[in-house]
Structures are given as structure tokens and as C-alpha cells.
């Protein structure tokens, strides 16, 4: 079963628009992360942002942890052509990550 | 250092055929998980196996099994394989056999005919 959810399904922009997708999650979180995938090929780790941190930084990356609504945001900030992808949010569920169904970005030039 | 490697690339394979897939982890990594990916859902959880023993296991069904081997690889075998099985399939390694950190393979891309 699908753990987070997120929103949009899908988001279109130009190159150098910052770039915000959400996500929902169902029950308590140790921590929570989120990967980039590129044409249906393996994940790439993008950042993890614990339970008790409310904000995290990577570079053009911002993401930011809502305990009590559940809920997290990704920020890519001057988002370049590179950043099309796919975007998933993933939960812990002690030895399983648990994934949202993921965000399609695209970024046009 | 390589990454987490899986092979086949793709595969296609015959309703009611079996097929096994294969995944070795970075090195020093003795956690492997395996993912499920169908067409327009995110990764859905099958097995860990950490220090060659079976540490979790998704909802799957019995056709699916896996096991580990003394230099950390894994495979993933599948029986009877149905229409539905047809997804990419993942390999994930870890240092532990907590979920976190977890480093993705390229994946499998299977084809059910």
C-alpha cells in the first residue's frame, strides 16, 4: 500500500521557475525522504529530512517536515532542463521505505 | 566505487514462466532490498535481506521469493509469473538493515507476455 501521497501528479514549468511539490503521509514517521528517478530507470536519493527537523537544505533543494498536518514539501529552487524527473516521497517503515505514487516534473527551455 | 549493478537490463518473458533477477550492492553494503515498480505508482516494497538472512517482506505473493549470498549479492526469483508482474523491478543496498540510506540499482525492466 501507498503510504504518502503527493501533489501534484504532475507539474510543467521553464527553466528557471522554482518548482514545489507536496506530499501526505498516513502515521507516525522516524524520518522521510525524497528521490529523484529519471525515465523509469533507479532511484536517486535527494535528501532526508528527519522527525524532528522542520527544515532541511541541499544545494537548490529545500524541503520542509509538518508533523502535525503530516505532510512534507520539496523546493527546487532555478529549475534547470536536468531537473525533468520524476520526484517520490518515501517513508520508513523500519526495514521498508514506503513510496507515494510521485510527482512528474518537467522543465522546458 | 560501483554503485548497486542488477541484471538483466530487461527481460521478457511467457505467462507461467519463471525468471530470476540478480543485484549486487556496493561494496561493504550487507542490506538488499527488492522493489516493485509498475507504469505510474512509485516502488512498492517485496523483500530485505541483511546478512543473508530475510529481515522483511511486503505483501507478495508466495511466487515471489529471494535470498542473499555470503558476498552480500541477492536474487529474486519469480514463479508462474502473470501479466501483472510486468514492472520494473528495483535493488536497493543499505550499510544496516534499517530502510534509510538505501542506494538504488538501474533496475530490471520484466515484460509478462
Known amino acids: 500500500s501507498q503510504q504518502g501521497e503527493e501533489d501534484p501528479q504532475a507539474l510543467s514549468i521553464q527553466e528557471g521557475e522554482n518548482a514545489t511539490m507536496n506530499c501526505s503521509y498516513k502515521?507516525?514517521?522516524?524520518?522521510l525522504q525524497w528521490y529523484r528517478q529519471n525515465s523509469g530507470r533507479g532511484l536517486v536519493h535527494l535528501i532526508l529530512i528527519r522527525s524532528n527537523e522542520r527544515e532541511k537544505h541541499s544545494g537548490r533543494l529545500r524541503v520542509t517536515l509538518d508533523t502535525s498536518k503530516k505532510s512534507s514539501s520539496l523546493l527546487i529552487t532555478a529549475s534547470r532542463a536536468a531537473d525533468t524527473a520524476s520526484y517520490f516521497c518515501?517513508?520508513?517503515?523500519?526495514?521498508?521505505?514506503?513510496f507515494g505514487k510521485g510527482t512528474t516534473l518537467s522543465v522546458s527551455s | 566505487d560501483a554503485g548497486v549493478t542488477q541484471s538483466p537490463t530487461h527481460l521478457i518473458k511467457t505467462r507461467g514462466q519463471q525468471v530470476t533477477l540478480r543485484c549486487s550492492p556496493i561494496s561493504g553494503h550487507k542490506s538488499v532490498s527488492w522493489y516493485q515498480q509498475v507504469l505510474g505508482q512509485g516502488p512498492q516494497f517485496i523483500f530485505q535481506y541483511y546478512e543473508k538472512e530475510e529481515r522483511g517482506r511486503g505483501n507478495f505473493p508466495d511466487r515471489f521469493s529471494a535470498r542473499q549470498f555470503p558476498n552480500y549479492s541477492s536474487e529474486l526469483n519469480v514463479n508462474a509469473l502473470l501479466l501483472g508482474d510486468s514492472a520494473l523491478y528495483l535493488c536497493?543496498?543499505?550499510?544496516?538493515?534499517?530502510?534509510?540510506?538505501?542506494?538504488f540499482g538501474p533496475g530490471t525492466r520484466l515484460t509478462v507476455t
Open positions: 518515501a517513508t520508513d517503515a523500519w526495514t521498508a521505505l514506503i
Open positions: 502515521t507516525s514517521i522516524n524520518n
Open positions: 536497493a543496498s543499505s550499510h544496516r538493515d534499517r530502510s534509510y540510506e538505501q542506494y
